[in-house]
């Protein structure tokens, strides 16, 4: 007579929340591309053509005095980045609003109706990372040691877009104006960081202030992987502080809402 199995221990409670994060992530990953006959091309699409666009400006047609050569790794290095985090910050403004009835319904951390924005955002950043690689082998752009950063880069991003998410998708809920205020906060944020130009290109004094802009940092260490000279010390430390900064009061602030937002939605 063979004796019935052990039960399963129960999963403990960060075991759930991973799970739910990948399935909810993994939904909108293939919603994103199941729907789309082009599918995994709209992701390297997009900001290759933005990429190609400010290339054919600044070198074709206006005598170009920014960046370095070759100018369509240099601006790809920052587009990249700035399409994840562009993608997941506007997005967030929806994430209660979209699923109102599961954020309602579901005991899971409300954080993964962020988190899960952030991580799929993320997911098509890395899978759209060999187009900066062809666009190197065929420019002739070497890699660096400051390939080595490329990690610090992504693990920076994704805490100050969390921190970020998290301040805003709860607000969102009660002020709906603040939906569109984001758009065009983002769309200023674009030409107020270092994406078509560099730090180094700034007039003196105002490099200094543009350092505290995050994304500044973040983009200097990816650019780091090809362009060493573009890596700033006091724009990564400004950088990681301002971060997990974003990080820790976006926890606090979301914490604080949370009920009122479960109330609303």
């Given at each position: 007579m063979t004796s019935a199995p052990p039960p399963r221990p129960p999963r403990t409670r960060g075991q759930v929340y991973r799970q739910s994060l990948w399935l909810l992530t993994s939904r909108d990953l293939k919603v994103r591309y199941t729907t789309s006959f082009l599918g995994y091309v709209w992701t390297i699409l997009d900001p290759l053509v933005m990429a190609?666009?400010?290339?054919?400006?600044?070198?074709?047609?206006?005598?170009?005095?920014?960046?370095?050569?070759?100018?369509i790794v240099f601006l790809l290095a920052g587009l990249l980045p700035w399409m994840?985090?562009?993608?997941?910050?506007?997005?967030?403004?929806?994430?209660?609003?979209?699923?109102?009835?599961?954020?309602?319904?579901?005991?899971?951390?409300?954080?993964v109706w962020v988190n899960r924005i952030v991580l799929s955002k993320g997911i098509e950043f890395v899978a759209a990372i060999p187009v900066i690689v062809v666009f190197a082998v065929l420019f002739g752009a070497e890699p660096t040691a400051g390939v080595l950063w490329l990690p610090v880069a992504i693990v920076l991003q994704a805490a100050l877009t969390v921190g970020l998410g998290l301040i805003?998708?709860?607000?969102?809920v009660f002020f709906r104006d603040l939906e569109r205020a984001v758009k065009l906060i983002l769309r200023f944020l674009f030409y107020g960081s270092?994406?078509?130009?560099?730090?180094?290109?700034?007039?003196?004094?105002?490099?200094?202030w543009a350092a505290f802009n995050p994304l500044a940092g973040i983009i200097s260490l990816y650019r780091a992987s090809f362009f060493p000279d573009q890596l700033d010390a006091r724009a990564v430390i400004i950088a990681t502080l301002m971060s997990l900064g974003a990080l820790v009061i976006g926890l606090l602030v979301f914490r604080r809402m949370v009920p009122a937002v479960l109330k609303e939605v």
């Open positions: 190609i666009i400010y290339w054919f400006v600044f070198t074709q047609i206006v005598d170009r005095t920014i960046g370095e050569d070759p100018y994840w985090f562009n993608a997941a910050v506007g997005e967030t403004t929806r994430a209660f609003i979209k699923d109102a009835k599961l954020v309602r319904s579901t005991r899971i951390p409300r954080t805003i998708a709860p607000l969102v270092p994406i078509i130009y560099g730090l180094s290109d700034l007039p003196g004094g105002l490099d200094s």
